[in-house]
Each structure stands twice: as structure tokens, then as C-alpha cells.
């Protein structure tokens, strides 16, 4: 009987161990194997000695599985043909140098794939004819004719699964069709996640892919909305948690909400049940520390998860609190600028701002404040007021410090302007949830301090709620 493989002790037709190693096995440390046409037994040898918890081998030559039983006699092998696969599902199927022997080549691929793990590998090593049609070509070699396909033709048979060439094999001596290495494996459904924040363009984004590819979109937003009005059923707590203060201008609250509340995994099943087994997008915002947690419950559901992300265009926006706070401040500085009106126009301009917010931040249990203020007198304020959501409190001001560029921006005979004010906040208290609770500074009349351009958005970034973590307070 010819010599196919080759062991040390005995050389062969083929270069087995260069053939191993353009194999590009999976590593298969406590998985199971099944080699087809397993011939002498080496990868069912070699998958054994990599800790492979199962290591099957089938080959039609009774001799060559004597050979295999007593070379490898820890491995299964059984003398039989493909038409009879082993018992189980398995990690990683090999059919090398045999499936042009097979008289239903792409009936043997599904078959072989049907045997897979969910997440195993069917390694085809197998002669592809160069040529741009797809067809299968009858090859004369020495010993008999065969069919072998063209790589158009695999691309045809393989179109149900997940595959990717891997690589040219090793030729044997009067090969008449070159080798290669594919990897085919079970295609899982995917699900694409659009998951950025609001006003991000998710939804423009998800209509221009989505619908020409006829994949399903699931709308978080409607989502939650149908779960609110008690048209899309939902587990018990999901549903009390949505319905709790659910407002349709707001659904990044109740979202953020959810996944705070560690029920974001239960909204995420409502999303699978709605999209279905097959391909699904999401268009719907998760906070940003709770993505890979969603990304993994997909993949964990069999879906094969696709996170779309980008830059969001256009300016961020300023969260809806802080616009409640600045538009009251703007409307109160307006009535007091008529107040006022009558005065030095020019100057008046200048200064129709009572001063300015130039750092913010917690420190030791305080909110700390520095900027500069003037009052109606010209001088620094005995007191501001700190404003801290609904919250207001006078704060002593103390000795003003020196800013000579306010001095000379407004053309003042002095400069003892600036101000550093301390207020004690709760222990939990950070930056994060200073910018989301609306920060301002008045005078005791009332008249706003503006916040500095680098404080309003140090302020927008801590408050998103999405964003990684806030500024350093
Ligand atoms: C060219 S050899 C390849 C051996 C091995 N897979 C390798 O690459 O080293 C083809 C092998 O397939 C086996 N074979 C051919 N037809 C088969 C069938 N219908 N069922 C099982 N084995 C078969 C042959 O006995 C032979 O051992």
C-alpha cells in the first residue's frame, strides 16, 4: 500500500508536516476534532498531542485506519466512509486533499458544516482551478480524472457560510490544480448597532444603509415608547421603570435609566425578539460605558454584533438642564440691563456682564469658584450667589485679588476684582453631576456671571451622560 503521509519513520507522497502548518488550525486545547479521510491518522495525532479533548479520525481504507489506530491508538478511528459521519457536533472539522473524491462535493461541505459547533470551523484543504467562471472542472491527474472548482464556483457554494481563504497549501509532486486553505464556519446573523448619543444622526445614518439592503431597523426610541403605552409587552420591572416618568423628549433619560437600573439587558432581548433571527440594525442610543455589554449579549445570543460609531458633525449640544438655566439667566440679565440702560452706552456694553466664571471644580468636599465680578458701585461684590440646581446660597467673597487684565478691559482705576468662593456640596457630589444639576453665579441683585467659554464646555462634556467618564474635577 503507497505511503501518503509522512511520519519520521516513514516518508509519503505529501509533506504532512509543511501541510499542517498551512492548515492554520484553530487552537484546540479541550475542543473535539474530526479529521475526514484522516488517512494515517498525523492531525488526529497532533490535534491529541494539543490537548484536543476529542480526536476522531474517518478514512474508507480499512489499512490505513490500522495504521492510524496503531500509530495513535489514544485517537477514534473509524474505517468508514463520509456517508457516515461520527456521533456529536465537533470544533474544528478537517477534509484535506479529499473532497474531489466525493461524488456530491458541495453536499459533503453541508454536511460537514451541519456537524459544526456553533462557533466551529470546517477546514477544506482542496485543489482551486484558475479560471474567472464559476463552474467545476473535470481535471486529468495521473491516477484517475476529478473535478475540482474554480474559486468564482467555491464563492457559489459557500455563499450560506462564513469563509476566508487562508492561504496556498503545499503542492505535491505533479499536482495538476494549485492548493489552498479555506476556513468555513456558520454565518450568524448580524445585528448592527447604532448606539450613539441623540442627535448623532443614527436614524439619517440607518435609512440610507439599512432599507436598500432589506434589513430590518428596530427603532430603540419606539421601543421604549410602545413599552410606555403598553403596546409592546415587556418584563414586569422593564415596564414599571419605562412608564415611570416616560416622557417621548426625553427617551435618553429613561434609557439611561434602564441600563443604570441593570435592566438593560432585558430592553435588549426586546430589541432581538422585534428583529428577528436574521440581520437586524438598532437604531437606539445606549450610554456609552454599557455598549460592550450590550455587544456581548448579542454575540452570546448567536448574533455576530457590528457596532457602527462616528463623529457627530455638528456642535454638541448643551443638555436640556443646563439650557433651562442659561435661558432664566439670560432673561433675568435682560431685565436688568434695562434697569440700566441710560449709562455710559459703551462702557455699559462692556460690562453688561457683572463678570465671569473662569474655573470650576470639587475639590475636598467644595465646590470651588474663581473668576472676577464688579457691582454697581465699581467695586468686587461683598457676595455672590451660587446657584446649584433649584438651589441658591449667598457666599462671602472676602479680599478681592488683583486682575489687572479686567482693569484694563474695562478701564478701571483699580483692579481688586478677582474672587476665589468656596461652597461645601454633599460627599457624592462631582463634576458630572454639578454640569448635569445647572450651575450659575450672580450678584446678590441678581445679575449673572457668565461662564467662561472652557467652563460651559467642560460642563457640556461632564453632563453627557454617555460620554466616558467626566473631566478631571
Ligand atoms: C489524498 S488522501 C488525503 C489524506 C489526508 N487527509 C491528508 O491530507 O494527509 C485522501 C484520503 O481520503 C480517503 N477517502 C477517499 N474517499 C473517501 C470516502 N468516501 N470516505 C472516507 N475517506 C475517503 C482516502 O482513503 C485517503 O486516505
Given at each position: 500500500m503507497v505511503q501518503y503521509q509522512s511520519f519520521p519513520d516513514a516518508a509519503g507522497d505529501s509533506r504532512t508536516s509543511d501541510k499542517l502548518k498551512a492548515l492554520?488550525?484553530?487552537?484546540?486545547?479541550g475542543k473535539s476534532f474530526l479529521d475526514i479521510g484522516?488517512?494515517?491518522g498525523y492531525f488526529c495525532g497532533f490535534s491529541h498531542f494539543m490537548g484536543a479533548a476529542r480526536s476522531v479520525g474517518i478514512d474508507h481504507s480499512p489499512e490505513f485506519i490500522y495504521r492510524a489506530q496503531t500509530r495513535f491508538p489514544e485517537c477514534e478511528f473509524h474505517a468508514r466512509t463520509w456517508d457516515h459521519l461520527p456521533e456529536g457536533e465537533f470544533d474544528v472539522i478537517l477534509l484535506a486533499?479529499?473532497?474531489?473524491?466525493?461524488?456530491?462535493q458541495p453536499g459533503l461541505i453541508d454536511r460537514l458544516v451541519e456537524k459544526l459547533t456553533p462557533d466551529g470551523v470546517l477546514i477544506l484543504e482542496l485543489g482551486i482551478v484558475?479560471?474567472?467562471?464559476?463552474e467545476w472542472v473535470k481535471v486529468k491527474r495521473g491516477i484517475d480524472e476529478r473535478y475540482f472548482p474554480t474559486m468564482a464556483q467555491l464563492k457559489r457554494t459557500l455563499i450560506d457560510y462564513a469563509w476566508k481563504w487562508m492561504g496556498p497549501s503545499v503542492n505535491q509532486d505533479g499536482d495538476p490544480v494549485p492548493r489552498h486553505v479555506i476556513h468555513v464556519s456558520h454565518r450568524k446573523p448580524i445585528a448592527y448597532l447604532?448606539?450613539?448619543?441623540?442627535?448623532?444622526?443614527k436614524s439619517s445614518v440607518a435609512s440610507r444603509l439599512f432599507p436598500p439592503a432589506k434589513v430590518p431597523i428596530v427603532s430603540g426610541d419606539e421601543i421604549i415608547q410602545r413599552i410606555a403605552k403598553r403596546e409592546l409587552s415587556a418584563p414586569g420591572k422593564l415596564q414599571d421603570l419605562i412608564e415611570k416618568d416616560y416622557s417621548p423628549f426625553s427617551i435618553d433619560k429613561t434609557i439611561q435609566r434602564v441600563f443604570d437600573k441593570k435592566m438593560g439587558g432585558e430592553l435588549v432581548q426586546v430589541w432581538v425578539a422585534e428583529g428577528g433571527d436574521e440581520d437586524f440594525a438598532v437604531d437606539g442610543f445606549v450610554p456609552a460605558k454599557y455598549q460592550a455589554q450590550v455587544e456581548a449579549q448579542l454575540a452570546e445570543a448567536g448574533y455576530m454584533p457590528v457596532t457602527l460609531r462616528w463623529e457627530r458633525v455638528a456642535p454638541s449640544l448643551v443638555p436640556l438642564d443646563s439650557l433651562n438655566e442659561q435661558t432664566a439667566e439670560f432673561n433675568r440679565s435682560l431685565s436688568v440691563a434695562g434697569r440700566e440702560a441710560g449709562d455710559n452706552a459703551d462702557k455699559g456694553a462692556r460690562q453688561s456682564?457683572?463678570?465671569?466664571?473662569?474655573e470650576v471644580k470639587i475639590q475636598d468636599g467644595h465646590v470651588v469658584v474663581r473668576g472676577w465680578a464688579i457691582d454697581a458701585t465699581g467695586s468686587a461684590p461683598e457676595q455672590l450667589v451660587l446657584g446649584i440646581g433649584a438651589d441658591r446660597t449667598f457666599v462671602e467673597v472676602g479680599d478681592p485679588q488683583e486682575r489687572k487684565d479686567v482693569q484694563r478691559h474695562l478701564e478701571?482705576?483699580?483692579?481688586?476684582?478677582g474672587y476665589v468662593i468656596k461652597l461645601p456640596v454633599p460627599v457624592e457630589t462631582d463634576f458630572a453631576g454639578l454640569a448635569r444639576q445647572g450651575f450659575s453665579v450672580t450678584l446678590a441683585s441678581g445679575r449673572p456671571l457668565r461662564l467662561a467659554q472652557r467652563v460651559i464646555e467642560s460642563m457640556q462634556g461632564a453632563a453627557?451622560?454617555?460620554?466616558?467618564g467626566s473631566p478631571s474635577s
Open positions: 492554520r488550525l484553530p487552537a484546540i486545547e484522516c488517512n494515517e486533499s479529499a473532497l474531489h473524491y466525493a461524488d456530491d484558475s479560471s474567472p467562471r464559476a447604532l448606539m450613539q448619543p441623540p442627535a448623532y444622526g456682564s457683572a463678570g465671569y466664571v473662569d478701571l482705576p483699580h483692579a481688586k476684582l453627557e451622560p454617555d460620554e466616558a
